[in-house]
């Protein structure tokens, strides 16, 4: 099973409104516990007698729960359960968050935090307390090498023996917490070893619980799939820690009324001791487990996402009950010094001791959950502990269809078996539609990115595909499926290339959406063989219509049934009506359409701001620049989800017949095979990836790979150096609207243009080719580039080349074809607003342009030195393999420069190939 992860952005509202809140409570918890040391334990709740107060309930409930939050990562790799690896390292992470949480409440609860000193260097092992501090640094020091093993890939060998370390660690600490209640004779509520193998009961109850709430919601806030059967997984798994923890206190006070010198406190906790007995019958027996368990052994609430976040959160609000009775009630029953002797004192004896929390200890408690909140929420942002994609079907099992209800009568049930033929049919291993429309800003690309985030959220796992030449828009079909859109263009792959590679990136899905450019019959070519229908015939796509129905009614009859005539063999399964101006609009068009044509409604969504992602002169906005991106995206997925029939068009998907198999002489048909490992660090090739820069198409990236590459993550915005590599890659973007942080990084500029000069091979398309060269000007304003190429970006109000390019290799470009062989002809695309002014005659050129605009409109690729910069953007498929032609080259000038180091070092001289 592969596993990918990624940080979360942390850049929206939510999150750092979230981290703000934390902080304050935080600070509200510090504060306290300078005045709990400054005036002394009087302004608490606590006494003489009840000396472990509120803070202790949130401390010990939080270090209980760091050893139960481990349970998944103990699954995973103790117990060989692979569904539950992808959760490991956030299990891990938790697990020393909440730890962390609960001895920071401890250490501030002391009064004199500097005390600690003396406890960890003066120890009298006798005591259950000496022990304790070995456990907690010990459980810490394991864990963090538990994690270490998880994440660094050279480890990954030794996670198992790490976790099965954890493992046992994990139980020997929560064996030392309950033991100093269940080994301490001084109290009547305490005196039963029986504690101890309860608290870990409760641990793996308290920890999953916590877990899940966490999971769910790092889940929805970052718009990642998580998938029905993980999920439910974890209820069940839930239920049962539940119920064995009710089982492990009923008989711990079973056990206890059996004896009759412990009938006075156990009547006291059951009967008559007021909040305590209110505590554990409504807030540890019913909220924490009847209500949880009822819930999750429900056959329909069990599955509700709702109910099981709220099933975890009373286990959580129990815990804490069960907490505050074990160790506040168990102090509140007046102590027995001299068993079976008459005794008395001005001490309170036979008393039962009164305790109220106080603010300041609520605070200091509550101050603990915050840090671990705190630690957590900036460890998903910094590293990858969050796998991209919890989807049913990427996490190595499928969740069953659902059952079916059949009607009783045989005449009707053999009818409606027919009727589910198509959605149950053995050829339907690849789920697909086409997702099209009228004309261009119709909606569909909303729809698409609506109905992908739709299905998540239903636990299938959904691959997205984009007809044409496009990188906006697969950026966010991409994000709301969890796993990378594949581009389709029939003008640049062959129809056996096409279907090859949508076999290939199909086949682990559970459904494809395949969404359109333009209309359904759009192209270049006047026999539409590039159009969205021609790659329909090919995929043999069902085609779901969107349709712009403003300003329309009965208009839209003609329309439908003009788009089926025109092409018969095109099966049109349905339509989405799209901004339509109310109910009393969407109920004229049902009729005409019901009326007139055979095309069922799947949906009809009303004009509506919030399923707006914004536009400007490329397209939309990419998602890399809005820090809230999977808020809007579970969003629109909700409208969409809310206003079509989303059961319908997973049947439509499931309807569509198999598909040819595809030939192995195809290169789409083979994944890309990895490099060996003599190969797999050839070469270095770094990747401008930033918010400037951002379009490149994943089956490039997956070339690059596969030709021996090794891809380094560039960031031209931030990164003030330039790491050591063997070739870079600046694909396009939006330099021009961050010109201004572009300008001010001037020692990655000043580093790129000597490495160019040094001979570093560099390819560059369109917004790579502005970046390089001596300026670039927008709006009446000029900002500093690179300077590596002789001449001025310049963006103009209008497109200056747009469309599909072919290009005639002229045999000067560094890795051209013509290099070693005849010239090829090249086929790409172009789509930019900036010209390249005040170049010098003695330029060169890489491309002579036979169809499109190019640099000025004759030539394109730009060469100088080893640099490769064009307009044209191209795509390693169609027989241009250009990503294995620029590693070879990488290759070949590594090694020349190596030969090169290798001669100055015996002549003393150091050639100029030698310092880049």
Request: with cysteine; aromatic share 8%; hydrophobic share 50%.
């Amino acid at each position: 099973m592969k596993i990918s992860f990624r940080e979360i952005d942390g850049n929206s509202p939510g999150y750092w409104g979230l981290l703000s809140v934390l902080v304050l409570v935080v600070i509200a918890g510090l504060l306290s516990a300078l005045q709990m040391e400054h005036y002394g334990h009087i302004v608490t709740g606590m006494n003489n007698h009840i000396v472990w107060g509120m803070p202790h309930v949130f401390a010990v409930f939080l270090i209980v729960a760091a050893s139960g939050a481990l349970n998944v990562a103990s699954i995973a790799s103790v117990f060989g359960k692979t569904l539950y690896k992808p959760l490991a390292p956030l299990s891990a992470l938790l697990a020393i968050a909440l730890l962390i949480g609960g001895l920071s409440v401890l250490l501030l609860d002391l009064g004199r935090p500097e005390r600690l000193i003396v406890a960890m260097t003066h120890f009298n092992f006798k005591s259950i307390f000496a022990w304790n501090i070995f456990l907690y640094t010990g459980f810490m020091a394991i864990v963090i090498v538990y994690l270490w093993t998880m994440m660094e890939r050279r480890m990954n060998p030794y996670t198992k023996p790490a976790g099965f370390v954890a493992f046992i660690w994990r139980l020997l600490l929560t064996t030392g917490t309950g033991s100093i209640f269940g080994f301490l004779i001084a109290r009547q509520a305490y005196d039963s070893a029986l504690l101890a193998p309860m608290f870990i009961v409760m641990s793996f109850s308290y920890g999953l619980a916590i877990f899940t709430l966490v999971l769910m919601a790092a889940c929805r806030g970052t718009g990642r799939p998580l998938g029905d059967d993980i999920l439910l997984r974890l209820a069940r798994l839930q239920a049962i820690f539940i119920a064995g923890a009710l089982y492990f206190v009923a008989v711990h006070h079973l056990t206890n009324l059996y004896f009759t010198r412990r009938h006075g406190v156990e009547r006291f906790l059951l009967l008559d001791g007021g909040i305590h007995t209110l505590l554990f019958w409504a807030g540890q027996v019913l909220v924490g487990s009847v209500l949880p368990l009822a819930i999750l052994f429900h056959p329909r609430w069990g599955k509700s996402r709702p109910l099981i976040a709220a099933a975890a959160g009373m286990v959580v609000a129990g815990g804490l009950a069960q907490m505050y009775v074990t160790i506040i009630g168990g102090q509140a029953y007046p102590l027995e010094l001299f068993p079976g002797m008459q005794t008395s004192s001005s001490f309170f004896d036979g008393v039962v001791h009164r305790y109220l929390p106080s603010l300041p200890e609520v605070l200091l408690g509550l101050a603990g959950v915050a840090i671990a909140g705190i630690i957590v929420a900036l460890a998903v942002k910094l590293l990858r502990f969050l796998p991209e994609n919890l989807a049913d079907g990427t996490t190595g099992t499928l969740l069953a269809p659902p059952a079916r209800t059949w009607p009783r009568s045989r005449p009707a049930r053999r009818q409606a078996m027919r009727d589910a033929l198509p959605s149950i049919a053995p050829g339907n291993a690849m789920p697909r539609l086409l997702v099209s429309a009228a004309h261009k800003s119709s909606g569909k690309t909303t729809v698409s990115v609506g109905l992908c985030a739709a299905l998540v959220r239903r636990g299938l796992a959904v691959q997205a595909f984009k007809k044409g030449p496009d990188y906006i828009d697969p950026m966010w079909l991409g994000q709301a499926c969890g796993r990378d859109c594949r581009n389709l263009d029939p003008f640049l792959m062959e129809d056996e290339e096409i279907l090859a590679l949508f076999r290939r990136h199909a086949a682990g899905a559970g459904i494809s959406i395949v969404e359109g450019n333009k209309g359904l019959y759009d192209g270049l070519a006047l026999d539409g063989s590039n159009s969205n229908a021609a790659l329909a015939h090919v995929l043999e796509l069902p085609v779901v219509l969107v349709i712009d129905a403003r300003g329309m009614t009965r208009g839209v009859a003609p329309l439908i049934l003009g788009y089926q005539a025109f092409d018969r063999g095109l099966r049109i399964a349905g339509v989405i009506l799209n901004n339509l101006g109310g109910t009393r609009h969407e109920a004229k068009l049902r009729a005409v359409i019901e009326h007139y044509t055979d095309v069922p409604v799947l949906g009809a969504i009303g004009c509506d701001a919030r399923l707006d992602i914004g536009e400007r002169h490329l397209g939309l906005v990419p998602n890399r620049e809005l820090g809230d991106a999977a808020r809007r995206i579970a969003d629109i997925g909700s409208r969409i989800a809310a206003q079509v029939d989303l059961d319908r068009v997973i049947a439509i998907a499931g309807s569509a017949p198999p598909l040819a198999p595809a030939s192995p002489l195809v290169p789409a048909a083979r994944p890309p095979r990895p490099a060996t490992r003599a190969r797999q660090h050839s070469v270095r090739i770094g990747v401008a990836r930033d918010q400037a820069f951002g379009f490149y198409y994943p089956d490039d990236l997956d070339a690059l790979r596969a030709a021996g590459a090794e891809l380094v993550d560039i960031d031209t915005l931030r990164d003030p150096q330039l790491p050591p590599l063997d070739g870079l890659f600046i694909g396009g973007g939006f330099p021009e609207v961050f010109m201004d942080e572009l300008e001010a990084n001037a020692s990655l500029r000043a580093q790129i243009r000597d490495a160019i000069e040094g001979g570093l091979p560099v390819y560059a398309e369109c917004g790579g080719l502005m970046y390089l060269a001596r300026s670039l000007t927008w709006k009446g304003r000029t900002c500093r580039m690179v300077g590596a190429l002789p001449g001025d970006a310049v963006m103009h109000d209008k497109p200056v080349g747009r469309g599909y390019v072919r290009l005639a290799e002229t045999g000067r470009g560094p890795w051209s074809a013509g290099v070693d062989g005849p010239a090829a002809e090249l086929r790409g695309h172009e789509f930019h607003y900036s010209s390249l002014d005040n170049l010098g005659p003695d330029v060169e050129f890489a491309y002579r342009v036979l169809r499109g605009h190019g640099v000025d409109g004759e030539h394109d690729g730009i060469v100088h030195r080893n640099v490769l910069a064009s307009y044209a953007h191209l795509r390693s498929v169609g027989g241009n393999d250009w990503a294995l032609r620029f590693v070879r080259f990488a290759a070949k000038h590594k090694s020349a420069r190596r030969r090169g180091r290798a001669a100055g070092a015996a002549t003393g001289t150091i050639p100029l190939i030698a310092a880049v």
